[in-house]
């Protein structure tokens, strides 16, 4: 960890203007940070971390803002297609006004906000998600072990279905515990979040 007190911009070589202090403790110019998050593309990993240390950054704010805007285009889809009597608009809508209440204008720009966006995940077929839920455990477990070149056990549900990975929808219905364990010892990551920022034990 960097000391606080380290005056200098590790990117410029100057003295902070407009100074962001990391978690890890490096400090950099916001210009500086901002310029250097631009040369890598919006899925590369690089852009997440510090340029020094290579420890989690938290997101610029045009990447949370991307993100807010993401949620309100899935809300107004749902809009759309009036679904607005579903649960899933419902419980949307309340994310949606936490996370616009948590990261929105009040938003400091330092705090990390973790996410495991760092490759495509994998889209679940319709017939998957509805086998999860039934539980059609036979059906669920051909399907993941039908390519395992692929992450299937940690693909998740169209984004109507709030992208919700296999293990948070078998983990959020009590009488899955099988299906839940299963899915453990396939290597499912318990830290995926679905569209609406929440994991499958949290």
Not at 55 to 66: D, G, L
């Amino acid at each position: 960890m960097a000391e606080h007190g380290d005056k200098t911009c590790a990117i410029c070589l100057e003295e902070p203007k407009d100074p962001l202090n990391l978690p890890c403790g490096h400090s950099f110019c916001d210009g500086c940070l901002n310029q250097w998050r631009s040369r890598y593309g919006v899925t590369e990993e690089m852009r997440r971390k510090c340029p020094n240390c290579r420890a989690r950054i938290p997101p610029s704010k045009e990447m949370v803002s991307s993100l807010i805007l993401s949620c309100r285009n899935i809300k107004q889809m749902l809009e759309d297609n009036n679904q607005t009597s579903s649960a899933s608009y419902d419980v949307l809508c309340q994310k949606l006004a936490q996370n616009v209440e948590r990261v929105g204008e009040d938003w400091d720009g330092v705090t990390v906000l973790h996410d495991n966006n760092d490759k495509q995940a994998l889209m679940m077929p319709d017939y998957i998600w509805k086998a999860i839920q039934k539980p059609f455990i036979k059906t669920v477990l051909k399907w993941i072990n039908a390519n395992r070149t692929e992450d299937r056990v940690n693909a998740i549900s169209r984004p109507e279905l709030l992208g919700a990975p296999a293990l948070s929808v078998a983990a959020a219905l009590a009488y899955q515990l099988t299906l839940t364990t299963l899915l453990l010892q396939l290597g499912a990551d318990v830290d995926i979040r679905d569209s609406q920022g929440a994991t499958a034990i949290a």
